[in-house]
């Protein structure tokens, strides 16, 4: 199915420029050659991404890059706000854990919120959300964040068609005001193919450690991959903007996804000590949505 | 001095539509007589107000209104938002006392933030208001709120000029933001002209119930009643917007500021067995910033 | 009724000391003559309570005391705790209304916890309470307190039996603990005739102001009278300690129950440029559980 | 030095049963051989610990284990509290890693508080470790606990020994209170020798991922390791009770601790499903304090 047809409501206006088409069209006008790169890997065809070599001391020198950035936090109290989005199974979870594994608790904290209790549905939407945004000295990486009403909210029925249509207007907006006084965002969407997520799920099937989070979330993640797709693009359109741009990560190896992910994270700060050499990023793994 | 004519800074781009004269203007172009209301009231001429006769009965038909309203804010999941702002020594925690008196602990809430920890500082502004924002079947009332930001903090030194040129930007945004899905805000501004104010502060400073009340920002009100009034001014003028009208009220006299604040905000809201009799409001105590 | 015989389930040992017969005798062996005065108040015969003379001015001279205790607590770092229990409309909430009426929110604060959440339904009893217990330079009031489960939960049903026994054998070790470190409890017990307190109800009942507050507890404050009266013997005699003295109040007059609960509390604490005239206590007001 | 002799203060008379000689004695008197055992393990004298086998696999089984566990513990609402304690570089960390690998957050809670606030500093003791007992459905695993008072607080000086003595009186009385209603208590400390905590700083030290965790208290754990020791035996001798039994954990071997500690914590919880044959436990390497 062509992706952004079938869409199940018509788009508000706010997001009616987000039709894969456009938007193909024009990445293309930007000149690059973008349509092996971000359709591919937006648009289902399982790219092929290698194993990376060395994969254990890459992600050593990279941790020990993350020791230094923590240091620098500290000392020239920053506050960074990372956003770890994507499908499920795209690995988020073990995204996160290699980032934190060797950083301090009290500097670089992971935040997941479960679903909402009575409480917070009835709250202003990003309150809860809210709550948790870095204070100064602070690194916090949201694993899953306020675009559950970009994608899973919307797809799975737990919003109505105009709660989502508000929060694509409402987080630009929300993400601008945050920015005041210094705080730096990053929002990485991890992509995964519809037969990479297949496997995964089945994984997680049968593996007695994992049984337990299968949730209906990711019942519906393969047998609705295409309203996915489509809330996703949406999403994307409406959401990247010059105070929030999305850098899209091939998730189909988890391993080049880590030390991708990571050194684009890193090249994009600043902190003393330095190893720019650790930090070369796969542009065809982790690319901006919008060169 | 000509307010706003003296002001301190050059007014952000934002709010450069703010100067008494243009606003003046527009009022009068309304056909309303206002030139002799608003600008009166908020241009410290001291308005004579006349104090309300029946005043205890006239609150206590309000109270049992409000108390109506309670009913109807738990029996309808209502979410409402009240903004009790002013200068120093106006009278708002006196409001909000007759407000709150009888109503159940758990339904409206009083929430008078201090001043800002070392934690709060280095968060994103609006956060520390947003954690307080009403859930369902909730009523809050700020006794002073996120317009600190705008008025107290900018003259105080409390905050940079540009942290408040954002402020400026940001407020209309986030008030917005914080009513889709329902939430009903109401901001009143609660003016009090220099003489009054000088004789209440003068009273606090004898009193030994309230000496200890005695901060810096009073100190202050005074001394700079006019560096507050452009900035009140210049607050009013950028954040009074369609999904948030600011409400003046004329503070002069005490007990005919409750009885008018009560009644405005309790006609604007709709509940079961509403005694409209109970809620004429005098339009020389309270009225719209903009007609 | 005898009270104490007919008690609904076996006292546990913890507490078989408690039988009032066998506090008659003690308080009777202390030579004085509590007889006329304890068991009177305890026992419901409705004691009177002159009206006293002078309220307004007597009130307004302890709110001064309340504020110099005020300043005291912040520059001595004190911690101050109080428990204001009591029957249903023995005016605790007024009682609060007086005490923290002129007093900075931010030193002196009150809590009123509604009833336990589902969450806090399966913590440890105590937690909800802990975690409003007064740091550094503040003091709380509580309107209702852990008591509950001493008196209302096992009278309403709201906790088991053994609950309510294990709850007797706490308070104690609990409230000596808390007092580790220099924090000072105050228990204060409001007692009201069962004839007063019929008045009172029934003139909420046709309060507009106040028929909101009934509550299925009110219901049963009438009907139940007698197994509240066994339930707070049985209470008072188990929780009665060195570190943590039940002071009862005769609320029969709300008046003279708040002149002389506040004048005891400020008498029981040190602080500068005490007024110990205006501190005189009415023995027959607020008396020692245990002389 | 013969531990406990050289203690810098007399012991309190709550813990005067506390001296080694009169444990060992008591030990012996069981009849049990744990002459070779717990004073070999928490006497200094680094005890050889062979690398289990297999490891990967063990704990993989016991992983699956703790699963069922969690299942269990959503089902049958249970509450169930872990304290790891233990000295610097025991093993802690690495301990909690392992146990909520693959738990859900939701159910199951690591917890490590940092250094006391300005405010947690003047509240009760176990006010800020109050606040983290696990509700109905939870488990917590603290990661130090309340008992950093019984060792790391008065052996660096961050309480008075008046503080340490009360701490050691209130803990058992507090572990107590808390497990009423049902919540299950289970306190481990791990040990790790001398030599072999030697050997671990100094890898912190040389290993740029770990520098940044190197603090005061580190550089402590060597130089104070017999005022360690010394305040370990007094706090284990004065918190070991009928409600809350110490566990002693050889550390020597991360990896054999490792499986050890999830296999006997496993031991004594009932769940279904559960394979008994995985949760063998090395009485040399897991060993309660007194037998
Ligand atoms: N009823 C709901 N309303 C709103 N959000 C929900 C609801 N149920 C689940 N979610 C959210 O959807 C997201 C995906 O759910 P799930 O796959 O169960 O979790 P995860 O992928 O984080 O393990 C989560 O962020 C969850 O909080
Ligand atoms: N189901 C319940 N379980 C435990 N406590 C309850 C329950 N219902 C009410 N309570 C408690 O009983 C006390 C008396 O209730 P009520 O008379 O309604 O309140 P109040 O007298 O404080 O206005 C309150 O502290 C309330 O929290
Ligand atoms: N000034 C202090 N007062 C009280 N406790 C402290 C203080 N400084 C450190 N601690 C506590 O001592 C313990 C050991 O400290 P540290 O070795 O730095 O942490 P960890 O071993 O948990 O990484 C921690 O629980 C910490 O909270
Ligand atoms: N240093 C400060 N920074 C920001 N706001 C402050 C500061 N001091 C006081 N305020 C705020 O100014 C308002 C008036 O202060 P006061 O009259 O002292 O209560 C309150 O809302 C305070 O929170």
């Given at each position: 199915s062509t992706p952004g047809n079938g869409a199940a409501r018509p788009p508000s206006s706010a997001v009616a420029a987000s039709r894969p088409l456009d938007r193909r069209g024009r990445l293309g006008d930007t000149g690059l050659a973008m349509d092996d790169m971000t359709p591919t890997l937006l648009h289902g065809v399982p790219p092929k991404v290698k194993a990376p070599k060395a994969y254990g001391d890459r992600l050593h020198r990279l941790q020990v890059e993350l020791v230094k950035l923590q240091r620098a936090i500290v000392k020239q109290d920053l506050r960074v706000c990372v956003l770890i989005e994507?499908?499920?199974?795209?690995?988020k979870d073990g995204m996160i854990r290699r980032i934190v594994r060797h950083m301090a608790p009290r500097v670089v904290k992971s935040v997941a919120l479960g679903k909402p209790t009575e409480t917070e549905r009835h709250q202003w939407y990003f309150q809860r959300y809210a709550a948790h945004l870095p204070t100064s000295s602070e690194m916090v990486l949201f694993n899953r964040s306020w675009y559950n009403r970009g994608v899973v909210e919307p797809v799975m029925g737990f919003c109505s068609p105009a709660q989502a249509d508000a929060f694509l207007e409402d987080a630009p907006k929300f993400e601008a005001m945050i920015q005041r006084g210094g705080l730096k965002l990053f929002k990485y969407w991890i992509e995964v193919s519809r037969e990479e997520q297949a496997k995964r799920l089945e994984r997680r099937r049968q593996d007695p450690l994992r049984q337990w989070k299968i949730s209906p979330v990711d019942d519906a993640a393969q047998a609705h991959y295409d309203a996915f797709t489509r809330a996703r693009d949406r999403m994307l359109a409406a959401t990247d903007h010059p105070h929030g741009r999305w850098l899209i990560v091939n998730g189909n190896n988890k391993k080049a996804a880590r030390l991708n992910l990571i050194a684009d994270l890193l090249s994009r700060l600043t902190y003393p000590e330095k190893d720019d050499d650790a930090l070369s990023v796969d542009p065809t793994v982790v690319m901006p949505y919008r060169a």
């Amino acid at each position: 199915s062509t992706p952004g047809n079938g869409a199940a409501r018509p788009p508000s206006s706010a997001v009616a420029a987000s039709r894969p088409l456009d938007r193909r069209g024009r990445l293309g006008d930007t000149g690059l050659a973008m349509d092996d790169m971000t359709p591919t890997l937006l648009h289902g065809v399982p790219p092929k991404v290698k194993a990376p070599k060395a994969y254990g001391d890459r992600l050593h020198r990279l941790q020990v890059e993350l020791v230094k950035l923590q240091r620098a936090i500290v000392k020239q109290d920053l506050r960074v706000c990372v956003l770890i989005e994507g499908r499920d199974a795209a690995g988020k979870d073990g995204m996160i854990r290699r980032i934190v594994r060797h950083m301090a608790p009290r500097v670089v904290k992971s935040v997941a919120l479960g679903k909402p209790t009575e409480t917070e549905r009835h709250q202003w939407y990003f309150q809860r959300y809210a709550a948790h945004l870095p204070t100064s000295s602070e690194m916090v990486l949201f694993n899953r964040s306020w675009y559950n009403r970009g994608v899973v909210e919307p797809v799975m029925g737990f919003c109505s068609p105009a709660q989502a249509d508000a929060f694509l207007e409402d987080a630009p907006k929300f993400e601008a005001m945050i920015q005041r006084g210094g705080l730096k965002l990053f929002k990485y969407w991890i992509e995964v193919s519809r037969e990479e997520q297949a496997k995964r799920l089945e994984r997680r099937r049968q593996d007695p450690l994992r049984q337990w989070k299968i949730s209906p979330v990711d019942d519906a993640a393969q047998a609705h991959y295409d309203a996915f797709t489509r809330a996703r693009d949406r999403m994307l359109a409406a959401t990247d903007h010059p105070h929030g741009r999305w850098l899209i990560v091939n998730g189909n190896n988890k391993k080049a996804a880590r030390l991708n992910l990571i050194a684009d994270l890193l090249s994009r700060l600043t902190y003393p000590e330095k190893d720019d050499d650790a930090l070369s990023v796969d542009p065809t793994v982790v690319m901006p949505y919008r060169a």
